[in-house]
Nanobody, 117 residues
């Protein structure tokens, strides 16, 4: 199993920045992929960004050019840097790990991001 602990959410004004962190209980070299999802009230959970064990990244079109995903292997931590935030970025952000030969999903508890003036 993989435990994930997210941090870094909060309230920010439009145009501001936040960095989310997701600390994993296992080495990132043992995790097939790490992803960030978000879910706004009344909406489905959507994929925001992902990074594979090989370092390949993908970013959703809705946040491309504003969000970046990165990782620190020594800290077993993945980051989501969010710049130029908009009110529509308001959501609970979840960290996800795809682990093992069965490609099982593990989830963090979520962290609230609110973009409002």
């Amino acid at each position: 199993q993989v435990q994930l602990v997210e941090s870094g959410g909060g309230l920010v004004q439009p145009g501001g920045s936040l960095r989310l962190s997701c600390a994993a209980s296992k080495s990132l070299f043992r995790i097939n992929a790490m992803r960030w999802y978000r879910q706004a009230p009344g909406e489905e959970r959507e994929l925001v960004a992902g990074i594979t064990v090989g370092g390949k990244t993908n970013i959703a079109d809705s946040v491309k050019g504003r969000f970046t995903i990165s990782r620190d292997n020594a800290k077993s931590t993945v980051y989501l840097q969010m710049n130029s935030l908009k009110p529509e970025d308001t959501a609970v952000y979840y960290c996800n790990a795809v682990y093992g030969s069965t490609w099982s999903d593990y989830w963090g508890q979520g962290t609230q991001v609110t973009v409002s003036s």
